[in-house]
């Protein structure tokens, strides 16, 4: 199902959030961006989801019209069939510069030199623009949550923070997919994978004190339910507080429970 974020009449943002069914995957969402006549399609997922997704986006675009494909980091479920849409639009791919050279490992035409290195935004640690219509998407740095090149992608024009896996929570199919209204209820849904997949402490810390300077109306992450300014601050003072990563390594490389 579709739940449309944002809609001035120019700029859209536009959520696809129960696309998996039943046990096949774990729940994940995917983003439309749209200014103007261009689009971005943000953490499209893999092959289980490119046909789902097809269906969702066409009745909002055109595929000519998607001309981004933004990647968070590299995983499955993230940028899997990044073959098709690159086959199927006319959209470039933007990632950190670090999984550049991964991403055509998903690719079968990239050897066969119809799509080459001109496909590719690679993204420096420090983040950047992403021209979109008469705006533009910035990438801001995500180290290490979880992925060593990992990206959060702020719309200065709906002010959304697309967060990727910080602030994912783990729902059942079938929720319905609204903010979430009382953060202290919420965070067992998130305290377990924030505590494996979360690199260390330091890095939340740095993240949510960028985060606080951007001061976003809202932070959606790449699964599970949005949070907005009723719930922010308490996300924001968790996560800064979180032991998580390589801080619960002990003696012989297990994690503390």
């Keep these: ?50 046909t789902p997704l097809w269906l969702a986006v066409t009745p909002f675009v055109r595929l000519q019209q998607i001309v981004w494909i933004l990647a968070s980091h590299q995983d499955p479920d993230i940028i899997g069939a990044v073959d098709r849409w690159l086959t199927n639009t006319p959209a470039r791919v933007a990632c950190s510069r670090l999984w550049g050279r991964f991403v055509p490992h998903s690719v079968s035409h990239y050897q066969a030199g119809k799509i080459g290195g001109d496909r590719y935004l690679l993204l420096p640690d420090e983040g950047g623009v992403v021209p979109l219509g008469a705006t533009a998407l910035r990438a801001l740095p995500a180290h290490f949550l979880h992925s060593v090149g990992n990206f959060s992608f702020f719309d200065p024009v709906s002010r959304i923070l697309f967060s990727g896996d910080v602030g994912s929570s783990m729902i059942t199919h079938g929720t319905d997919f609204a903010p979430v209204e009382e953060f202290a209820s919420h965070v067992g849904a998130m305290e377990g994978f924030h505590r494996r997949y979360m690199g260390s402490n330091r890095v939340t810390r740095i993240w949510a004190a960028m985060v606080r ?18 719930t922010i601050p308490a996300f924001l003072a968790w996560l800064e507080e979180l032991r998580c990563g390589i801080d619960l390594i002990e003696q012989g490389g297990h994690v503390a429970a």
């Design 1 to 50: 199902m579709s739940t449309i974020l944002f809609d001035n009449g120019a700029h859209r943002c536009i959520v696809f959030n129960d696309l998996v069914q039943g046990d096949d995957g774990v729940q994940a969402n995917q983003f439309l961006i749209q200014d103007g006549n261009e689009a971005a399609l943000l953490d499209p997922g893999g092959d289980l989801l490119y």
């Design 213 to 230: 300077r951007l001061d976003p109306e809202m932070i959606v992450p790449q699964h599970g339910l949005p949070m907005d300014r009723r």
